[in-house]
């Protein structure tokens, strides 16, 4: 179409499929095509600088999450090696002759959707308006809640992709898969570390919920380093559009 800046071939690879936060649709084909059989316009085209933005401000929010972790394990006396990834969940390399869905990595991260869905249960126990915090997030809240909520249940299919992957790929040895579940990989990487700034923002909000908070940050934290030692090529993995530089 004249006009439209030229697509990124295979940007939506390797996307988390939030297009509504999505900082690539004027670039993205298959958005247009969705949006064209949708009949919807491309008024989402217009946000992409504002998610750019919104996606920077999380990454400083992460690094804010990181440093409040390490501050946690300090003051809970969790050992510094307790945070290195050869230790989390066990010996993960070891474990890949398992069926993906048993794998250490696939466990975490169905715990993890069980860990939110309690969190979320529990605060809406405390308050007393009868309505559901993941419905109904304070204003200030309402970011974080959303990221929170898009990949509560996006992190667990991806991993078990990845490792299906991973262990097709041990059986034959081929570099498309290997490049795909690394590939795969990062996408859950940074669904992770989305999820960790986002609940270290709400962390401080909810006293009554701050161990529970403290708990899903951790686990959170476990499970990012423990996918960073299954898929070791993972963070590096250039995606189309989000990490190759473009015209
Ligand atoms: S790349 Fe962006 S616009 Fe395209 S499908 Fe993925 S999230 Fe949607």
Redesign the pocket.
């Known amino acids: 179409m004249s006009g439209e800046p030229e697509p990124i071939q295979g940007?939506?690879i390797y996307?988390?499929?939030?297009?509504e936060r999505?900082a690539?649709?004027s670039r993205?084909l298959?958005?247009r095509l969705e949006a064209e059989e949708r009949g919807a316009g491309d008024a989402l085209q217009n946000f992409d600088a504002l998610n750019l933005q919104f996606w920077q401000e999380m990454g400083v929010a992460l690094v804010q999450a990181m440093r409040l972790i390490r501050e946690i394990a300090a003051r809970e006396g969790i050992e510094a090696e307790d945070l290195q990834g050869e230790t989390a969940f066990g010996e993960l390399p070891g474990s890949l002759h398992r069926d993906a869905r048993e794998h250490p990595c696939a466990s975490a991260a169905l715990v993890y959707a069980g860990m939110v869905n309690e969190w979320f249960a529990a605060a809406d126990e405390l308050t007393d308006t009868g309505e559901s915090l993941l419905t109904h997030p304070p204003h200030v809240l309402e970011e974080s809640i959303q990221v929170i909520r898009h990949y509560h249940y996006f992190i667990y299919p991806k991993i078990v992709r990845a490792l299906e992957g991973r262990l097709g790929e041990k059986a034959v040895s081929d570099r498309g898969i290997e490049a795909d579940c690394s590939g795969t990989a990062k996408v859950v990487l940074i669904a992770i570390d989305r999820s960790l700034a986002a609940w270290s923002l709400l962390y401080g909000e909810y006293p009554a919920q701050e161990d529970n908070t403290l708990s899903i940050l951790l686990h959170l934290d476990r499970l990012r380093r423990s996918v960073e030692v299954v898929f070791p090529e993972a963070r590096t993995f250039i995606r189309q559009?989000f990490d190759a530089p473009h015209p």
């Open positions: 940007i939506h996307c988390d499929r939030w297009c999505c690539y649709t993205c298959q958005f559009g």
